[in-house]
């Protein structure tokens, strides 16, 4: 059982390179979301989702873009990275029982560096 | 949205008790509690959750003011493995019509052999 994929594990991008970090779930989970936690701080939500083709932001979303066509991929895309985006990216995924998503998978995270 | 207050850090001896403490004055009747922990170069983990009665598995236990407003973790005892940030969180209720887990900054907890 694979869990929480997150792909590729280390990332370097020039300024105003794109690129899409890659999340996978194989527990059939209908809520994911993506944190980005910087060094020596707490995790903030970027975006979220309850289900294929639903989406929502979170704390901090602006500069990057999520979809979600299938329960199991959730990709983030960085359209102009920026060195302010340089940060650790962590996945995650939940069941979603009668009272909300309950506790959270974690993927073992993305090390992007912005130049 | 509720919010929560936790230390910045503590301290523990090996294979004494810790309490975690963590303040959430505005929570809200329909917000559940819950922590996770995030060891060095990893992702958080669960540890536990609740939403008015005390909580025990067997990672930990978790013990809730009766009125809601404060909770506290406890590790019965702490091992060298036990050093990690320590995160409490409300899970935003869901009559709000959202589903975000918010996390703060934590409580970095330092085990001493």
């Known amino acids: 059982n694979a869990g929480v994929t997150q792909t590729p594990k280390f990332q370097v991008l020039k300024t105003g390179q794109s690129m899409t970090l890659q999340c996978a779930q194989d527990?059939?989970?209908?809520?994911m979301s993506w944190y980005r936690q910087d060094p020596g701080m707490g995790l903030r939500l970027i975006h979220y989702?309850?289900?294929?083709?639903?989406?929502d932001q979170g704390e901090v979303p602006n500069g990057y873009n999520v979809s979600r066509s299938t329960t199991e991929d959730f990709p983030l895309r960085l359209l102009s990275a920026a060195p302010s985006q340089t940060s650790v990216y962590f996945c995650?995924?939940?069941?979603?029982?009668?009272?909300?998503?309950?506790?959270?998978?974690f993927g073992s995270g993305t090390q992007l560096s912005v130049l | 949205d509720a919010k929560t207050t936790q230390p910045n850090s503590m301290e523990s001896n090996e294979e004494e008790p810790v309490h975690l403490p963590c303040n959430h004055s505005?929570?809200?009747?329909?917000?559940?509690i819950h922590w996770y922990r995030q060891l060095p170069s990893q992702g958080p983990e669960y540890v536990i959750h609740?939403?008015?009665s005390n909580v025990n598995n067997r990672m930990a236990s978790l013990a809730i003011a009766e009125d809601r407003k404060s909770s506290t973790l406890i590790l019965h005892r702490a091992t060298l493995r036990d050093a990690a940030v320590y995160y409490c969180?409300?899970?935003?209720?869901?009559?709000?019509?959202?589903?975000?887990?918010?996390f703060g900054t934590g409580t970095r907890l330092k085990v001493l052999a």
């Open positions: 995650a995924s939940s069941i979603i029982g009668w009272a909300g998503p309950e506790k959270l998978f």
């Open positions: 527990m059939n989970h209908e809520y």
């Open positions: 989702s309850v289900g294929a083709g639903i989406t």
């Open positions: 505005t929570i809200s009747g329909t917000d559940y």
């Open positions: 609740g939403l008015t």
């Open positions: 969180i409300l899970r935003d209720a869901v009559t709000s019509g959202t589903y975000k887990y918010i």
